[in-house]
């Protein structure tokens, strides 16, 4: 009895910490991509069919495993939305410090971001057109990882934290329910359960 317990529990450890290190894995190399292959929406579902994917083919190796298939999809999605929030934090990262190099290199970036915090709205809709197209031109990630979510959506025309934050956490959440949706049907419930006899606990 006992040996057949040893490796069903060194087996879901094996599985989680190998799509831990994959999932992490593929976290950093999305956060390194160039902003161009950054689309909203799409890189987080991207990713969770991926780490979906990796979670099937890591599967095998611990088939006899006995855990309900929900359970194992459970934790897909989890792996998936701790990626997705790496992928922003390593992305804020990496755009602030580029931000900072810029700002020593060219003095003229650092005094129009003490512009754009210092103006105030316009009245008129000229001036406010000429002011927008100044931001667009001069725009940055900002010092906080709020400051950054509300950049990365500012070509959408979301200009408020609360509505860059409701719109990332969506794509989290999507990215989450990809993993979760690819890992399921890819894998089917009989890939998890025991032998014929034993059935799912």
């Known amino acids: 009895m006992a040996s ?3 490796p069903a529990g060194g087996g879901v450890v094996s599985w989680i910490v190998l799509l ?3 999932a992490a894995a593929l976290a950093i190399t999305f956060a390194h991509f160039p902003p161009t292959f950054k689309k909203l929406g799409l890189l987080g579902v991207a990713y969770g069919v991926l780490v979906g994917l990796a979670g099937v083919w ?3 190796s611990t088939a006899r495993v006995r855990l309900r298939p929900w359970l194992w ?3 897909v999605v989890i792996l998936a939305v701790a990626g997705q929030i790496g992928i922003a934090v390593e992305s804020f990262r990496l755009t602030w410090a580029e931000e900072q190099r810029l700002e020593r290199a060219n003095p003229n970036q650092l005094l129009a971001r003490q512009l754009l915090e210092s103006v105030q709205e316009p009245p008129d809709a000229k001036s406010q057109a000429s002011l ?3 931001r667009r031109t001069h725009v940055r990630a900002g010092d906080s ?3 950054y979510l509300e950049f990365r959506v500012s070509n959408l025309g ?3 934290k609360w509505g860059a934050e409701l719109f990332w956490a969506a794509e989290v959440v999507l990215g989450g329910l990809a993993a979760g949706w690819i890992f399921f ?3 089917g419930a009989k890939s998890f359960c025991p032998s014929a006899t034993g059935g799912c606990v």
């Open 20 to 22: 831990t290190i994959t």
């Open 158 to 160: 979301i200009r408020s």
């Open 4 to 6: 057949d317990v040893r």
């Open 73 to 75: 999809t459970f934790l």
């Open 185 to 187: 049907r890819r894998s």
């Open 145 to 147: 990882f709020g400051d």
């Open 58 to 60: 890591l599967a095998p």
């Open 132 to 134: 927008d197209e100044f």
